[in-house]
């Protein structure tokens, strides 16, 4: 219980901080588990009932179109994944979360986080800031898409989520940035 204790507090400390009885609370749902690069945590079809909280290591969340795999998000240390729409409308997802490196992940249990929501004022307002992060990291990436260049949406990736940028193959660099791994290249260089 002391390691989900201070996984809580370092979580808290991010999204909300909460006084120390709702730290305590929010520890006690959390299940900790340890990944293996490449290992796939939630496939396509599965039923999404977890927030991800990266301890160590790095996930991906992605899907395919046709035969390519499409990244959607990348989440390191000290961040979240999610998927959403499974999660919220208890339907098959279409996302994939797969570990890029080996390390530790912290589920955050949806049903029992919404249960301490309505005994703890705080924790609810926890629970809301996380989804509202949510929520904005993916209009962010939709308007990316749509209004900025090939340029721009890679200095943005560097800005964004400059573990990724490091740590990430070009494949899945690419993938995300709706580019072909040859165009990233250029854009790298300065060509694009």
């Known amino acids: ?55 160590s290591g790095m996930l991906r969340q992605f899907y395919f179109k046709g035969k390519h795999d499409i990244t959607e998000h990348f989440a390191n240390e000290k961040q979240c994944a999610v998927c959403i729409l499974s999660l919220f409308r208890q339907e098959p997802t279409r996302l994939i979360v797969e570990a890029l490196e080996n390390g530790v992940i912290y589920l955050i249990p949806y049903s029992k986080l919404l249960e301490l929501t309505e005994k703890y004022s705080l924790l609810a307002s926890f629970l809301r800031k996380m989804l509202e992060d949510s929520l904005c990291i993916s209009q ?34 690419a993938s995300y940035l709706l580019m072909t791994p040859e165009s990233l290249s250029r854009v790298r260089a300065g060509a694009l």
């Open 140 to 173: 962010e990436k939709a308007d990316s898409w749509r209004f900025e260049t090939a340029r721009e949406r890679y200095n943005r990736f560097l800005t964004e989520f400059p573990q990724a940028a490091k740590r990430a193959s070009i494949n899945h660099i």
């Open 1 to 55: 219980m002391n390691e989900e204790l201070a996984v809580a507090k370092s979580l808290t400390e991010i999204i909300l901080p909460l006084p120390q009885e709702e730290v305590e609370v929010l520890a006690s749902i959390l299940k900790r588990k340890e990944v293996h690069k490449g290992e796939i945590i939630l496939r396509e079809g599965m039923i999404a009932s977890d927030f991800y909280y990266i301890e």
